[in-house]
């Protein structure tokens, strides 16, 4: 199976076309765009994609294939504007919707955390672009957060901070 590469953003679908597709080589067949959509539900927690439907969330909008989705990735990238260092709203309810069903319902200890063990067995590259005036504490949550969902994803992460949006697009991504 090809691997695709997913890219979550609080921007809309136009923007990232002319961020992503304008400087770099990653085609838009390979590329899954999710932007900003105020359609997405939020994450109820009721656990029914761990108990009752294994990888698919029970919420009946174009976001319940989350889990199968991330099992079909090797890279996701983010870009986000940086919360108190964090995801916006957005791109957390998105993060939300995807974790408990690309994750198993168990726990495992990784470099001395607990956390989930991964459903599937892919491997995902993590990268967050995040922007806006982030204070150097906003930076060090936002670091924090990324490494901890490179641990639930497997793979390496990188992070970058830029002070706007229209920054990003000098950016080889």
Known sequence: MEKINIIISDQSEENIKKIIFDT???STEETVIISYDDTIKPCICCFGCWVKTPG???INDHYSNMGQLFSKC???IVISKCFYGGYSPFVKNVFDRSACPYLLPYF??????THHPKRYKNNINLSAH?????SEAEKGT?????NA?????GQKTNIFFHDSFEEIKGVQI
Request: proline share 0%.
């Open 24 to 26: 770099s080589e990653k």
């Open 56 to 58: 698919q969330c029970l």
């Open 74 to 76: 090797s890279e996701i």
């Open 108 to 113: 495992k200890t990784k470099k001395g955390e």
């Open 130 to 134: 995040f922007y806006g005036k982030i």
């Open 142 to 146: 936002a670091r924090k957060l990324i």
């Open 149 to 153: 969902n490179g641990i639930n994803l």
